[in-house]
Antibody
């Protein structure tokens, strides 16, 4: 069974730098682009960023709202993706989801598997 | 940056068809994906690449994409279809992923 499990959320103070983890199983992690998506309470889905597979350079892209503050990385040997959050603001309070991207040839596509999310409160 | 526009809400009676629009500039040139999110749950992919359904998704869910509007159609709506629905694309010019603002489907 394909699974993505996020962890690392909780209550943090503004300006702190926690790291979220996305631990995966049931598929060949290294073949896939991984995305992070967040959802503030009562709000819609917001794409945070993605990291391509190493076959496509492991390149990363970020939403303008987090660029320069958040960093996505991956450890293919452990099948884990990370979201490093720096310079946190209260408006970063949200549920953070890790998702598997079905895209081929490094081109992002649909997100076919989602984790259950980890909630981060910045206060 | 690329923008996707969805109506905030759609209401439909049980057994009728619900149509949820997703507007974007030349959206027909992009692959549109749709997600269903019920309260307290993670989103679920219900339509990908404009009109394909993942395994396990009922045939009642279908999609289309033409001109400046993509549409998710749910035929013979059931109470269990009540949820928020989001469209999503990849914008190749910016290499960014974009979500629509979401539509709350209410089954009357």
């Amino acid at each position: 069974e394909v699974q993505l499990v996020e962890s690392g959320g909780g209550l943090v103070q503004p300006g702190r730098s926690p790291r979220l983890s996305c631990t995966t199983s049931g598929f060949t992690f290294g073949d896939y682009t991984l995305n992070w998506v967040r959802q503030a309470p009562g709000e819609g889905l917001e794409w945070v960023g993605f990291i391509r597979s190493l076959a496509y350079g492991g390149t990363t892209k970020y939403a303008a709202s987090v660029k320069g503050r958040f960093t996505i990385s991956r450890d293919d040997s452990k099948s884990i993706a990370y979201l490093q959050l720096n310079s946190l603001k209260t408006e970063d309070t949200a549920m953070y989801y890790c998702t598997r991207d079905t895209g081929l040839l490094g081109r992002p596509d649909a997100f076919d598997v989602w984790g259950q999310g980890t909630f981060l409160t910045v206060s | 940056s690329y923008v996707l526009t969805q109506p905030p809400s759609v209401s439909v009676a049980p057994g009728q068809a619900a149509r949820i629009a997703c507007g974007g500039n030349s959206i027909e040139t992009k692959s549109v994906h749709w997600y269903q999110q019920k309260p307290g749950q993670a989103p679920v992919l219900v339509v990908y690449d404009d009109s394909d359904r993942p395994s396990g998704i009922p045939e009642r869910f279908s999609g289309s994409n033409s001109g400046s509007t993509a549409t998710l159609t749910i035929s013979r709506v059931e109470a269990g279809d009540e949820a928020d629905y989001y469209c999503q694309v990849w914008d190749g010019s910016s290499d960014h992923v974009v979500f629509g603002g979401g539509t709350k489907l209410t089954v009357l």
